[in-house]
Structure formats: C-alpha cells, structure tokens
C-alpha cells in the first residue's frame, strides 16, 4: 500500500463537502508531474488529504477505490481517480507545523508545495501519523 497527498480549495471543495458525498472523482489536475502520480495510485493505496489556501493543513484521509483514468470530461488534458472517504483528524496538522519538523524538511509537500498530488514517502508517512494520531 503506498500512500498519497492530495490538495484541494476549502473554498471549492473542502473536507465537509467529501464527507457529505462520501466518494468522489478526484480530478482537476492538470500539472504533468502531478498526473504522473495519480497514474502510479492503485485501489488501497491512502490519500491525505490537504486543505490549501486558507487552511494549509491535512485534514483528513481517503482511500483509492478505483484504477487512474484518463479525464475525458476535461478539454484539458487530465488524469483522475476515484476516492471514498475514511475520517476526519480530530486536530488537522498545519504546514507550519510541518515545516518545523528538521524530518519533514525534505517532504515532497514542503520542497514541491505548488504540486496538487504527490506520493507520501515511508518516513515521512511515520512521522505524519504519528502527529496526526
């Protein structure tokens, strides 16, 4: 199982509006790099997921319940996935608080932050649960 993070606009689709629908497409992502890793997520695989802009923090986790697709819906080229809803963090774990963690400083999140989608690499996953809990 590999773990990912995946950013979204509070503003246009939070956490709440996930948790009311349940599952979802995720899709929207247009940066190459970024379409590169939603093409590697497999059914199983877990998602955090990161609320930008206003709040910068994960607040909460998903799990892949489809295989990638090409977005045809989209008239720019794009690739998504679908995603079910596992919980909400009781107390969600800022970027500022990431970044002041020396472990985390090399942290796709942090290095790459304008990057929609990203793998969790397995040190930064044991450091992220064990702050989130």
């Given at each position: 199982m590999n773990y990912f993070l995946a950013k979204t606009d509070p503003?246009?689709?939070?956490l709440n509006d996930f948790i009311k629908e349940g599952e979802t497409i995720w899709d929207g992502?247009?940066?190459?790099?970024?379409?590169?890793?939603?093409?590697?997520?497999?059914?199983?695989?877990?998602v955090y997921?990161?609320?930008?802009?206003?709040?910068?923090?994960?607040?909460?986790?998903?799990?892949?319940?489809?295989e990638p697709f090409l977005n045809t819906a989209d008239p720019r080229r794009s690739w998504a996935v679908k995603?079910?809803?596992?919980?909400?963090?009781?107390?969600?774990?800022?970027?500022?608080?990431?970044k002041a963690i020396p472990e985390l400083a090399d942290?796709?999140?942090?290095?790459?932050?304008?990057?929609s989608v990203m793998p969790v690499e397995p040190k930064h996953q044991k450091i992220l649960e064990a702050l989130l809990g």
């Open positions: 503003d246009t689709y939070s992502v247009h940066n190459n790099a970024a379409i590169l890793f939603i093409q590697k997520m497999l059914p199983g695989d877990l997921i990161y609320e930008s802009l206003s709040t910068k923090a994960i607040v909460g986790l998903a799990q892949v319940t489809g995603i079910k809803f596992l919980s909400r963090y009781l107390k969600p774990l800022t970027l500022a608080q990431m942290f796709n999140l942090i290095r790459q932050s304008r990057l």
